[in-house]
């Protein structure tokens, strides 16, 4: 007899894996997670390695990861690519620096508007406006 974690619903598998059941759906359409064969009459039963390997997926997504990064993440997921992983890490942790530089520019330009828009109480022209207008 398979244990509860080896013949999971999709509906259970779903909640084990802490996703909903159209994000399974999504990753089985994305071709990130295979899609058990149903039995004849039967439902498709889902197991522990469906659980681990989505929580795989959601970990790497909530660093950043994309769809298509997780699908060569998990080519490598047998642990023995370690260099092609740091690879791939090494690239994203770039991609983190560039959007940190980027949101700091943002957040200085904003904070000189804001400042701006502070400073000129009375005038009939808003500086955050104007600075939006200009381009």
Aim: glycine share 10%; with cysteine.
């Amino acid at each position: 007899m398979r244990s509860g974690l080896e013949s999971l619903t999709i509906g259970a598998f779903a909640k084990a894996a802490g996703v909903n059941v159209e994000t399974i759906r999504f990753y089985q359409r994305k071709g990130l997670l295979p899609e058990p064969d149903k039995p004849a009459g039967g439902i498709r039963r889902y197991g522990e390695t469906d659980v681990v390997r989505v929580r795989f997926m959601k970990s790497a997504q909530r660093l950043g990861f994309s769809l298509e990064e997780i699908g060569e993440l998990l080519r490598l997921e047998d642990g023995t690519h370690c260099e092609e992983a740091s690879s791939l890490a090494e690239r994203k942790l770039n991609d983190v620096r560039a959007k940190l530089a980027d949101l700091r520019r943002m957040e200085a330009v904003l904070s000189e508007l804001v400042g701006a828009c502070h400073a000129s109480q009375g005038n009939v022209s808003c500086p955050l406006i104007a600075a939006l207008q200009a381009g």
